[in-house]
């Protein structure tokens, strides 16, 4: 019995070879891109996982409660983790890190001033041995134990064979961090995975930070908070979160007084850390879309199968006929008929199997930041697939197989079967109807997307971007001065570039790791909004095109004297512009008490436009400069920054030459956006393309049902365009369905995503006119083809056939 089923399969399938490829690529790309997406969901849902106190270890934030609206970060104070453990012993393990990005070391040779190396595909980190007991590494030699000491280091096997060759033999060799401050080698630890947040490729000791600072974290200031200082810890039964919540005002009093009415730092789980977007992770509801899509992607693939099998149920009713008069019972031709549809689903699953390892390689090209992954065939990514098959068999198959088990025999033997007992046309246009919808959301989606990111492009940023170099500056607790005025002169003497202009960062730039406290001329208390802070010289407003509405730039100074802010600033504050000039600023830590407010900056866009402009004061502070902003005035770049990297060198020998433009790293902000409309692009290609695949199969299907009728027609004087529309309008009226059942959903999903900008654009009509007209255009050159041959047919010989 088996065997003639899958003869009788296989004679189907070849018969009907169109319908065949039809739905084996549709239901390939579906499962393909399902299994891809699963992939992606389940490689994000496992980060970090495999450290054994997983569900144990917290990591602490913080929160800048303002009537503006509450800021979260999870930066941390530097004395931090000091405080936590004096007045909370009872805390299993504490442990701070501070990031460090680019690590740059200097490895000694026997010969020669040794070889510079710097990492651009891992951060590196300082950190407390408690560290290493509350995440897991494996060790290849040594271990963390000696990082109680200053000037001690662990590096990764990569970063072993890199600087040493070996993995061997290293422990006890020195290398210099950021080329200057010594570092012994204590252990060797195995590389990462693509499986974890914390890929250091080097950590050393927390104690280290001291020599590379210049001065001890824990004397920092507990209001200054930093965006690459963070503290974790593990929690148990005898001290839980909810013990921390309880504790944590009278914490903040202690130590914060007086913020401790605007300052909060929650313990958030680590495990919800990677999947929270207000610390910097990935979306969860961003995931759960993209999952969604892959579903949808399954269920439009699916539709076309359950279209095309009614369609043809017709074609096959004196088969069904000829088996039940046999003695065949509806539960076996079920069966049959499911099997049927096992074999095709099979097919496609091997095309999804290419489809998904071939995907790994464009994924790894393609997407960036949260959506870069790593996948393989791990048990979890095949028992997907297994419920893929299945899942996909069931409901491509189900409801055609008891449309044809359940035909009477004697009708079908008479044929005497109508359309609306082969599955009914008011089903196929309501499956029709939802994959079209399906698309419509999809390329919505893309238009939105694509426009949003072609603003955030050209919108004036309110300052200049174009040919702006920007060169980074050694990482120093302070910048010696000497220096920044000899490559100055260097760089300004050079025939390619304008001007120079020295800063803390310029524009675009994190509003997350420069936030502090300021009181504002003659008040008592802190002001209860934090402004971002930037240190700056009396070049950088003229090079940036930067607008003044009130007073004047920025005096020429070393240190914090004087100070500028913006429009944001002065509003807050409820005054004029021209009130705040002549008034002083107030603030510890980096910047001594009593700026004088010089000048009002018109607002402009100190980061991306996901943000919205936040109150702002800069000062000159050479101590705190650590990028320089070249305004070259040639366009030949290469040579520019080849001259200017050998003026770079003259002045710093043992740092490394890293460059960037200002334009470069506008775009690069947006990057995940970018990937976003890349992937939406992506997959409403393929959903178009499964559903054109489908309306081409009913195309065909319908040609041949009408030949007749198209013959009578032509012979009574129709002409071809009246052929076409008769067999498009169907199509256009079932799309216009569509339409208004997409427009709902796509303008709810699409809002959703753009309040991610504080500067976006609007929702207009004409973005899902031109979704609908792609759809209809795309819709139209499906049909056409079929239509048009139809259309020209000889009418006698469409007659004589039949």
């Known amino acids: 019995m088996l065997t003639n089923y899958l003869k009788i399969a296989w004679r189907n399938l070849r018969k009907n070879s169109t319908y065949a490829f039809i739905n084996v690529v549709g239901l390939g790309l579906g499962i393909g891109c399902a299994l891809l997406i699963f992939a992606l969901v389940r490689y994000h849902y496992q980060i970090d996982r495999h450290h054994h106190n997983y569900d144990r270890i917290y990591q602490f934030t913080s929160k800048f409660i303002s009537p503006e609206g509450d800021f979260n970060t999870n930066g941390i104070p530097y004395p931090f983790g000091k405080a936590l453990r004096t007045d909370h012993p009872e805390i299993e393990h504490v ?25 651009t595909d891992h951060a590196g980190a300082f950190a407390e041995p408690a560290f290493f007991q509350i995440f897991d590494y494996t060790w290849l030699a040594g271990g963390p134990d000696d990082l109680t000491q200053p000037g001690t280091v662990v590096i990764s096997a990569d970063r072993a064979r890199t600087y040493f060759g070996t993995i061997n033999n290293v422990l006890g060799l020195t290398i210099r961090l950021d080329a200057r401050t010594p570092a012994r080698v204590v252990g060797v630890f195995a590389d990462y995975k693509d499986n974890t947040d914390l890929a250091y490729s080097i950590i050393a000791s927390w104690s280290t930070l001291k020599e590379q600072r210049g001065s001890s974290p824990e004397a920092e200031p507990f209001d200054n908070t930093n965006g690459s200082t963070h503290c974790f810890a593990i929690f148990n039964s005898h001290y839980t979160a909810a013990n921390w919540n309880r504790q944590m005002l009278a914490f903040v009093k202690k130590n914060n007084p007086k913020n401790a009415r605007k300052t909060d730092y929650p313990a958030q789980p680590f495990s919800a850390m990677h999947l929270s977007a207000d610390f910097g992770g990935v979306s969860r509801g961003l995931l759960l879309s993209l999952f969604a899509i892959g579903l949808l992607l399954i269920g439009t693939a699916s539709i076309n199968f359950v279209n095309l099998a009614t369609a043809q149920a017709l074609s096959r009713a004196r088969e069904v006929g000829v088996r039940k008069v046999l003695g065949s019972t509806q539960s076996q031709l079920f069966w049959q008929f499911m099997g049927e549809t096992a074999l095709i689903v099979l097919a496609a699953t091997a095309l999804a199997i290419g489809l998904f390892q071939y995907g790994q390689t464009l994924a790894q090209t393609y997407l960036h930041g949260v959506f870069r992954f790593t996948f393989y065939f791990s048990p979890s990514i095949i028992g997907w697939l297994l419920v893929l098959i299945v899942g996909v068999t069931l409901l491509a198959g189900l409801y055609p197989a008891l449309v044809l088990a359940g035909f009477r025999p004697v009708v079908a033997l008479a044929g005497r079967l109508t359309t609306r007992q082969a599955g009914g046309i008011s089903i196929r246009r309501g499956l029709v109807v939802t994959q079209f919808a399906i698309s419509q959301v999809l390329i919505i989606g893309l238009v939105v997307v694509a426009s949003q990111l072609r603003y955030v492009r050209e919108k004036d940023l309110g300052f ?15 910048q010696d001065v000497t220096k920044l005025n000899t490559f100055r002169n260097l760089a300004t003497a050079l025939p390619d570039v304008d001007q120079i202009s020295y800063s803390m960062g310029g524009p675009p730039q994190s509003t997350s790791t420069s936030h502090t406290t300021i009181r504002f001329d003659t008040h008592t208390e802190d002001e209860k ?52 000039l002549g008034k002083h600023l107030h603030r510890g830590g980096f910047v001594p008490l009593g700026l004088e407010v010089v000048g009002v900056l018109k607002d402009y866009n100190q980061s991306d436009l996901k943000s919205s402009i936040d109150p702002m004061f800069l000062t000159t502070l050479a101590s705190g400069y650590y990028s320089a902003s070249v305004q070259l005035r040639s366009t030949n770049y290469q040579r520019a920054i080849k001259q200017l990297e050998t003026a770079y060198s003259r002045v710093y020998p043992d740092n490394f030459f890293a460059t960037q433009f200002v334009d470069d790293r506008i775009e690069r902000s947006y990057q995940q956006e970018q990937t976003m409309g890349n992937l939406i692009n992506f997959f409403a290609g393929v ?32 002409s071809v365009s009246n052929i076409l529309w008769l067999l498009s309008r169907e199509f256009v009226r079932l799309i216009l369905i569509a339409f208004t059942l997409a427009v709902p959903l796509a303008w709810w999903v699409m809002s959703r995503w753009l309040n991610n ?45 039949e």
């Open 95 to 119: 442990a701070m890190l501070e990031e460090w990005y680019e690590p740059m070391v200097l490895v000694p040779t026997v010969t020669g001033p040794g070889k510079k190396i710097k990492d």
């Open 464 to 478: 200049r971007k174009d040919a702006i170099l920007t060169i980074s500056l050694p990482d120093l607790p302070s």
């Open 757 to 801: 900008f504080k500067y976006k654009i609007s929702l207009a009509p004409g973005i899902f006119l031109i979704a609908l007209l792609a759809t209809i255009a795309v819709a139209a050159l499906t049909v056409s083809f079929q239509s048009i041959k139809a259309a020209l047919m000889n009418p006698v010989k469409s007659l004589k056939t």
């Open 687 to 718: 959903a178009l393309l499964i559903g054109c695949m489908g309306l081409y199969g009913l195309v065909l299907f319908m040609v041949a049902q009408k030949t007749k009728e198209i013959g009578v027609r032509k012979v009574l004087g129709a």
């Open 529 to 580: 909004f934090g402004p971002q802070q930037a240190f700056i010289d009396a070049d950088y407003v003229g090079l940036y095109g930067l607008k003044l509405v009130a007073g004047r730039n920025l005096q020429r100074s070393d240190t914090a004297r004087e100070a500028l802010v913006n429009e944001t600033f002065v509003r807050r504050l409820g005054l004029k512009p021209t009130d705040v």
